[in-house]
Antibody, heavy 122, light 109 residues
Framework: QVQLQESGPGLVRPSQTLSLTCSVS??????????WNWIRQPAGGGLEWIGR???????YYNPSLKSRPTISVDTSKNQFSLRLTSVTAADTAIYYC??????????????WGQGTVVRVSS | EIMMTQSPATLSVSPGERATLSCRAS??????LAWYQQKPGQAPRLLVY???TRASGIPARFSGSGSGTEFTLTISSLQSEDLAVYYC???????????FGLGTKVEIK
């Protein structure tokens, strides 16, 4: 059973770059069976899809985030990562990594990490 | 962007009773609709995908229905452990611009 675990700094300064990593266990990040995503949730708020990467490196991002996010895969470490540039207080949220088992659930998210809290503050 | 509207915002139900949650899309999403359960302090969990297919390990008391713009999640006999916020999500858009509703909080009466 595939499991995900987020890691990264809990505090980021305004205008800086947020960097998070998701470690994949019980499966391979390079598997053609999965897509890998980042989703965030402000405190007490709803869910916002940030973007997705496929093992071949193809990426898609939420248009509302403009060109700020970058998602990449590191097959040597069995991880995928999120970089979000020019952060503001509005980027303060719980960040989840999430997987999609392609042939089972289409584009629903059936695998979730436990989430990591990121606060943007000076 | 497809807007997802959930109602009611809060639902109070007695144990053993039926809970009915609604989700409306601003335009047709076909059957590309999922439901998630998020318990306090936990990550969301997939309950239903394809509007009506239960995910692996989900109890039979959870059922999804609907298509197009109107969807329903029904909990046939509410259990105390069903206290949670429930979210719907559309995944019809391509390139991806997937969106979630704001959630329905289910309280135990």
């Amino acid at each position: 059973q595939v499991q995900l675990q987020e890691s990264g700094p809990g505090l980021v300064r305004p205008s800086q770059t947020l960097s998070l990593t998701c470690s994949v266990s019980g499966g391979s990040v390079s598997s053609a069976s999965f897509f890998w995503n980042w989703i965030r949730q402000p405190a007490g708020g709803g869910l916002e899809w940030i973007g997705r990467v496929y093992s071949g490196g193809i990426t898609y991002y939420n248009p509302s985030l403009k060109s700020r996010p970058t998602i990449s895969v590191d097959t040597s470490k069995n991880q995928f990562s999120l970089r979000l540039t020019s952060v503001t207080a509005a980027d303060t949220a719980i960040y989840y990594c999430a997987g999609q088992t392609i042939v089972v659930v289409n584009n629903a998210f059936d695998i979730w990490g436990q989430g990591t809290v990121v606060r943007v503050s000076s | 962007e497809i807007m997802m509207t959930q109602s009611p915002a809060t639902l109070s139900v007695s144990p053993g009773e039926r809970a009915t949650l609604s989700c409306r899309a601003s335009q047709s999403v076909g059957n590309d609709l999922a439901w998630y359960q998020q318990k306090p302090g936990q990550a969301p969990r997939l309950l239903v995908y394809g509007a009506s297919t239960r995910a692996s390990g989900i109890p039979a008391r959870f059922s999804g229905s609907g298509s197009g713009t109107e969807f329903t999640l029904t909990i046939s006999s509410l259990q105390s452990e069903d206290l949670a916020v429930y979210y719907c999500q559309q995944y019809v858009t391509w390139p991806p611009a997937w969106t979630f509703g704001l959630g329905t909080k289910v309280e135990i009466k």
